[in-house]
């Protein structure tokens, strides 16, 4: 009989305990989900070779690096080049090399896997008001 009152009573404990520490956990979950950056969603969009979603993140200019031509581009023409860059080498993987920020930027240096070889990658982001946008990304043999 001891020992069903000693297992209820920390039963009891117990429950008291993750009552307490539930609000605190909820917290936790709700803010990550507003803390990962968007050079996360930037990567994924890369992984899926979407040019769409990459140009979601995009300043109103960027500079693009790319094997053949560097220079700086608006949203549009940024999107079409990278576009078209998704599409003659069709992306396999992404594998993060290194990943950093910095007092309002971020930068993440990987190799992009293609069809047609490794690139060497990297998204440089930086904060404009309240969201993170792409400055300059680079795809170099």
């Not at 930037?42 to 693009?64: Q, R």
Request: hydrophobic share 40%.
């Amino acid at each position: 009989m001891l020992l069903v009152n000693m297992l209820s009573s920390n039963r009891l404990t117990n429950y008291a305990a993750m009552k307490k520490f539930l609000p605190f956990l909820l917290f936790f979950l709700i803010t990550q989900a507003f803390i990962f950056p968007p050079i996360s969603d930037v990567i994924k969009a890369i992984k899926s070779g979407s040019a769409n979603e990459v140009a979601k993140y995009f300043d109103n200019t960027v500079e693009i690096t790319l094997p053949e031509k560097s220079n700086s581009y608006n949203k549009k023409q940024a999107e079409l080049l990278i576009n078209d860059f998704f599409t003659a080498n069709q992306v396999k993987d992404f594998e993060i090399l290194h990943k950093s920020d910095n007092a309002g930027s971020e930068y993440c240096i990987g190799n992009l896997k293609t069809a047609r070889g490794v690139f060497r990658t990297t998204i440089f982001m930086k904060q404009k008001g309240d969201k993170e946008l792409i400055q300059e990304i680079r795809f170099e043999k």
